[in-house]
């Protein structure tokens, strides 16, 4: 079962096109039906392949037949017009240039097998799955993906315990017990071995006790079952724990499949958007984005452990949900995350980039930087801007900067740049009193910034550098003995302004 949405999502990147009964978006789609030209019978299904139709009126007329809510049908844009206001049916187009074999597969698999939970992941029959083990083995059963969140939990409270009730209202394993688990080699047993490990009760951590096995396939665990009882499993019980686990791990692999199919075609029209592309328009409304104002958010992740993993470990937050149920769309290049997020105001960035923050693990943190607002050819510039105000960010700490607000600050950092790799000159007034500071240890370059930062006013000057205006006055003289300087010159006063910042002096 899968909501129509998220299947024109996906199909969006093929070059199918959505024509009539678009209010049908969230209509949950159960089967998927294909005419058989050597078999009279009618076909019935939710989605109707309409291979072999002559025109859209005609796929149309089959899709009644067939008691579909969507059918898709070869033929170019030009036969948006030929759908009918009162068709009934919702009608993709398919480009010509797409094959049957590709479409099928796609449609098939992610109709059948690309089930959704509420998180957005994962096939609802896991629940399913989950009930009918736990009235085999006779125990409250849960099912956790590799980092400990929660993917399904039967209805069955055999034996339940308050970590267990604390772990489904949280939706993941609490840290506590996590730590506990660690402590115990509870954690590494699972992942070395296919065999279910006895847990002992815990009183203190108000856990009865556990069976626990990996969810495996071949090397790589993909979850785990963990079964309540007070004392370790055996027999038959034993034996559907483990044969539980290898099924658990078969629906895992398919909704794997069937996320990683959607991630690909969003992060590459993400990247051709962040690229500059010549049709940006079509670009986001495959990705069911509306024209109107977007910012780019870049982020970079990091860990103590392993600074890979908790990038990936972003990503995969930031692109939990399908489609329509999120509001940005997100790509990985190279060490950074990027997420085009519709709207204006910086304030609902800043909020994007809090509520993933709070989605991780404690021990990892983001730094990141957001975009001014940008319109779809826009968004290339966008990149650039969010880019600089994370590399400010990584390098100034504090709240993620905004391009629109900290257009100085970045301007500066590129200026101090250009000044590292040796592109300011070397001679000039400000080199000669650098210099001259060095040697005899004056304040000369700390009083000409001070003076032309309080715009020639010498008291100003002074007070910035705690010293009477005589001194600054001073100062001022001997420095127009070591070098030249007409200080009357707007701009060479404008120059030294430039020069001293890019500095940091």
């Known amino acids: 079962m899968v909501r129509l949405d998220r299947l024109v999502n996906v199909?969006?990147?093929?070059?199918?096109?959505?024509?009539?009964?678009?209010?049908?978006?969230?209509?949950?789609?159960?089967?998927?039906?294909m005419p058989d030209p050597t078999d009279?019978?009618?076909?019935v299904g939710d989605v109707l392949l309409a291979v072999g139709a002559a025109s859209v009126a005609e796929a149309i007329a089959w899709a009644r037949e067939a008691r579909a809510?969507?059918?898709?049908?070869?033929?170019?844009?030009?036969?948006?017009?030929?759908?009918?206001?009162?068709?009934?049916?919702?009608?993709?187009?398919?480009?010509?240039?797409?094959?049957?074999?590709?479409?099928?597969?796609?449609?098939?698999?992610?109709?059948?097998?690309?089930?959704?939970?509420?998180?957005?992941?994962?096939?609802?029959d896991l629940f399913a799955l989950a009930d009918s083990l736990a009235d085999v083995v006779g125990a409250a059963v849960t099912i956790e993906d590799r980092l400990s969140r929660v993917l399904a939990y039967s209805r069955s409270q055999q034996a339940g315990d308050p970590a267990r009730l604390e772990t489904i209202l949280a939706r993941?394993?609490?840290?506590?017990?996590?730590?506990?688990?660690e402590a115990r080699g509870v954690l590494s047993r699972l992942a070395a071995s296919d065999e279910p490990i006895f847990v002992e009760p815990d009183p203190e951590h108000g856990l009865t006790g556990r069976m626990a096995v990996a969810a495996r396939a071949g090397r790589e665990v993909l979850g785990t079952v963990w079964a309540?009882?007070?004392?370790?499993?055996?027999?038959?019980?034993?034996?559907?724990l483990s044969d539980g686990a290898r099924t658990v791990a078969l629906h895992l692999l398919r909704s794997r499949a069937s996320a990683d199919l959607e991630r690909q075609v969003e992060s590459d029209l993400v990247i051709r958007l962040l690229e500059g592309s010549a049709d940006a328009v079509t670009a986001l409304s495959q990705l069911g984005l509306a024209p109107g104002p977007m910012r780019v958010i870049a982020v970079r992740a990091g860990a103590a452990r392993d600074r890979a993993a908790a990038l990936l470990l972003a990503f995969d937050r930031a692109t939990t949900g399908f489609g329509w149920s999120r509001p940005g769309r997100s790509t990985l290049l190279g060490n950074t995350l990027y997420t085009i997020l519709p709207g204006e105001e910086a304030q609902g960035a800043l909020a994007w980039v809090a509520a993933l923050q709070a989605a991780l693990p404690a021990e990892v943190e983001l730094v990141a930087g957001i975009g001014a607002p940008a319109g779809a050819a826009e968004l290339p510039a966008g990149r650039q801007e969010a880019d600089e105000c994370l590399a400010l960010h990584e390098s100034a700490g504090g709240a993620p900067p905004v391009y629109d607000e900290s257009w100085g600050d970045i301007l500066l950092q590129r200026l101090r740049a250009a000044a590292r790799t040796g592109r300011t000159p070397a001679r000039g007034p400000v080199g000669e009193l650098r210099r001259h500071d060095a040697r005899h240890g004056?304040?000369?370059?700390?009083?000409?910034?001070?003076?032309?930062?309080?715009?020639?006013?010498?008291?100003?000057?002074?007070?910035?550098?705690?010293?009477h205006p005589n001194t600054v006055r001073n100062r001022l003289r001997k420095i127009g003995e070591i070098t030249p300087l007409d200080l009357d010159d707007a701009r060479q006063r404008l120059a030294m302004i430039i020069q001293l910042a890019a500095l940091g002096e």
């Open 442 to 467: 004056t304040r000369y370059v700390a009083t000409l910034r001070a003076w032309l930062e309080a715009q020639g006013d010498p008291v100003a000057a002074a007070e910035r550098l705690g010293v």
């Open 69 to 124: 809510t969507a059918v898709l049908v070869r033929a170019g844009d030009e036969a948006a017009r030929e759908v009918p206001q009162d068709a009934g049916v919702a009608v993709l187009l398919v480009d010509p240039a797409v094959s049957w074999s590709q479409l099928a597969g796609i449609v098939f698999g992610l109709v059948l097998e690309g089930r959704e939970t509420e998180s957005g992941r994962g096939p609802t």
């Open 11 to 33: 199909l969006g990147g093929y070059g199918v096109r959505l024509a009539g009964r678009t209010d049908a978006r969230t209509v949950q789609l159960r089967s998927v039906a």
């Open 40 to 43: 009279e019978r009618r076909v």
């Open 172 to 181: 993941q394993v609490p840290e506590r017990l996590r730590e506990l688990f």
């Open 228 to 240: 309540t009882c007070d004392r370790p499993l055996t027999g038959r019980r034993l034996t559907a």
